[in-house]
């Protein structure tokens, strides 16, 4: 009865040749085992499932860089491309108006220095283009969506790099800035074990005490810190509305369009987000400051899940049979 | 246009790389198995019983499973008893191929080992 539920919740993950080759034969064996403890046949099957999915990555990873003609690495190679241009575009604005005291500096380390600032916000958002932009004249089926999340998971991996590397990069652009080799860091170029130690620090205080300066101040940091989570994590929810919006109508006509809409309309609206959160912060005391942070990211995850619900990927198309 | 190129280089390099013909391999397990297939046709757990230690139960049924996609050996399921429900168990032998790759193999061994070993 037990191998027979295992074999159930099996058959929903495994694929029909694991099955066939190596979860049926080992729980069929185990019904021959008479003068042994059943624990031990299924810690083999255990066993056995780690090492035919260790081994048989080469292969998937094979299968997902070939299969939909190469669809996949088109999209890591537009999320890349799409990513950088907006940062360095993003950084052309700050660099018109750099000081002159860093006229003498090199414009490649300056653009260096203000690049991950600008990748965090880019790297997350040119899912929004790469994906329908990849996937035109394509059937979104089950597995290139499965796919697409999978190359979102990878971006989440790269922002948590730029994000991290993000405090440092400011500090040396503000030392530049300044002259001042001993400028003293803001909550911009704090870590995030020093955002967190400046949090806990602040909240010694107990609430009545508190000045309402301090009070902001802990709330704006706190809010700090939960944006920069939300921020990493942002390419999952960007890459769900992107699959939203490619499996929609207009994106399946217009795939250029559509991503450079839902582009264009994202970056502003998180600014526009960023700016009217700063001024609610102080007037709404009692909202906690995680809940600005995660809402845009919640809503974003929610429009994406509705699109694709309304317009769900198709299976995969079976393969021509004679007709009988 | 320098990232088309790139994915071009890369997609021309793997399309290489796996066009590329090796001629077969067996590894130790794999001989093993053929081995013990080359004479009776037997069932996973048969086949551990028989190798005396040399092949365990949690890596068998993947050896074998990758040896089917080699085309080493095949497969049947047997028809269970009367009466007696459940999955039916899976029997293996050694397919002619398999068995011209093990003493191909073989001879290949004895011919690049050590004189002394010989």
Same mark, same amino acid.
């Given at each position: 009865m037990t191998a027979e539920r295992i074999r159930r919740v099996l058959?929903?993950?495994?694929?029909?040749?694991?099955?066939?080759?190596?979860?049926?034969?080992?729980?069929?064996?185990?019904?021959?085992?008479?003068?042994?403890?059943?624990?031990?046949g299924y810690l083999a099957l255990l066993k056995a499932l780690a090492v035919h999915s260790t081994l048989s990555i080469p292969d998937a990873l094979g299968r997902a860089w070939r299969d939909d003609e190469h669809a996949v690495p088109r999209i890591a190679g537009l999320v890349l491309a799409s990513a950088l241009v907006a940062a360095v575009a993003l950084t052309a604005l700050p660099l018109t108006f750099a000081p002159f005291s860093m006229k003498s500096v090199p414009l490649v380390r300056l653009v260096v220095l203000l690049l991950p600032q600008a990748l965090v916000l880019t790297l997350p958002a040119a899912l929004l283009l790469a994906v329908p932009v990849a996937l035109r004249n394509r059937a979104l089926t089950r597995t290139l969506a499965r796919r697409t999340v999978a190359v979102s998971i990878c971006c989440v991996a790269a922002t948590l790099v730029v994000m991290l590397w993000m405090p440092e990069a400011n500090q040396s652009y503000r030392v530049l800035a300044s002259g001042n080799p001993s400028v003293p860091r803001g909550p911009n170029e704090w870590g995030f074990a020093t955002l967190r130690e400046q949090i806990d620090v602040l909240n010694l205080t107990s609430e009545d005490r508190m000045t309402p300066e301090a009070r902001n101040m802990s709330r704006r940091l706190e809010y700090a810190y939960h944006v920069r989570v939300a921020l990493i994590s942002a390419p999952i929810y960007l890459g769900l509305l992107a699959l939203g919006v490619t499996g929609s109508p207009a994106g399946r006509r217009r795939p250029v369009v559509a991503g450079v809409v839902a582009l264009v309309l994202y970056l502003p609206w998180l600014f526009e987000?960023?700016?009217?959160?700063?001024?609610?912060?102080?007037?709404?005391?009692?909202?906690?400051?995680?809940?600005?942070?995660?809402?845009?990211?919640?809503?974003?995850?929610?429009?994406?899940?509705?699109?694709?619900?309304?317009?769900?990927?198709?299976?995969?198309?079976?393969?021509?049979?004679?007709a009988r | 246009m320098a990232l088309t190129a790139?994915?071009?280089?890369?997609?021309?390099?793997?399309?290489?790389?796996?066009?590329?013909?090796?001629?077969?391999? *067996? #590894?130790?397990? @794999?001989?093993?198995? &053929? !081995? =013990? *297939? #080359?004479?009776? @046709?037997?069932?996973? &757990? !048969? =086949?551990?019983?028989?190798?005396?230690?040399?092949?365990?139960?949690?890596?068998?049924?993947?050896?074998?499973?990758?040896?089917?996609?080699?085309?080493?050996?095949?497969?049947?399921?047997?028809?269970?008893?009367?009466?007696?429900?459940?999955?039916?168990?899976?029997?293996?032998?050694?397919?002619?191929?398999?068995?011209?790759?093990?003493?191909?193999?073989?001879?290949?061994?004895?011919?690049?080992?050590?004189?002394?070993?010989?």
């Open positions: 058959a929903r993950i495994c694929s029909e040749a694991t099955l066939t080759r190596i979860v049926d034969p080992i729980l069929a064996d185990m019904r021959w085992e008479r003068d042994r403890p059943s624990w031990l987000i960023s700016e009217a959160t700063t001024a609610s912060l102080e007037r709404f005391p009692s909202v906690p400051p995680q809940v600005y942070a995660w809402t845009p990211m919640l809503v974003i995850a929610a429009v994406g899940l509705w699109l694709i619900a309304r317009h769900p990927p198709a299976d995969a198309q079976p393969p021509i049979t004679e | 790139v994915l071009r280089y890369v997609r021309f390099s793997i399309d290489v790389a796996s066009s590329t013909r090796h001629p077969p391999r *067996l #590894s130790d397990k @794999e001989r093993v198995i &053929l !081995e =013990l *297939l #080359s004479t009776e @046709e037997l069932y996973g &757990l !048969e =086949l551990v019983a028989a190798s005396r230690g040399r092949l365990k139960r949690g890596t068998v049924y993947v050896t074998l499973g990758r040896m089917e996609q080699k085309g080493y050996v095949s497969a049947r399921s047997e028809p269970s008893p009367e009466g007696a429900g459940g999955l039916p168990r899976r029997m293996y032998s050694a397919t002619p191929y398999g068995i011209r790759v093990m003493n191909a193999w073989s001879t290949l061994l004895q011919h690049l080992s050590p004189e002394h070993a010989r």
